[in-house]
């Protein structure tokens, strides 16, 4: 499975950005698919995670209640729509594809695309 994140660039504290993730995959509704982030300095971070069917979305408490994260199947598609963005949203965001389950941490995927940089400023 190949990901290809797009959709980053920069925005003002309490605006909006949408994140998209490809994939070339033929089997793309068999995978799990999350957004991980990671900082400068600091870890990757878990963001969202969904099943293959679209259902039972999984958030980070960081980011619970701003972020929705949705898939489509037909476009081999994986979204991340950031609301209320927060200078501390401020990372390079990475999709990641599993086989198995949504974990939380970055371990737990078996793909990941080079990722996309989302600067939020204050």
């Known amino acids: 499975v190949q990901l290809q994140a797009s959709g980053g660039g920069f925005v003002q504290a309490g605006g909006s950005l949408r994140l998209s993730c490809a994939s070339s995959?033929?089997?793309?509704?068999?995978?799990?698919l999350a957004w991980f982030r990671q900082a400068t300095g600091k870890e990757r971070e878990f963001v969202a995670g969904?099943?293959?069917?679209?259902?039972?979305?999984l958030y980070g408490d960081s980011v619970k209640g701003r972020f929705t994260i949705s898939r489509d199947n037909a476009k081999n598609t994986v979204y991340l729509q950031m609301n209320t963005l927060k200078p501390e949203d401020t990372a390079v965001y990475y999709c990641?594809?599993?086989?198995?389950?949504?974990?939380?941490?970055?371990?737990?995927?078996?793909?990941w695309g080079p990722g996309t940089l989302v600067t939020v400023s204050s």
């Open positions: 969904i099943n293959g069917s679209g259902r039972d979305p």
């Open positions: 990641a594809a599993a086989k198995i389950g949504i974990g939380i941490f970055a371990a737990d995927y078996d793909y």
């Open positions: 995959g033929r089997t793309f509704r068999a995978y799990e």
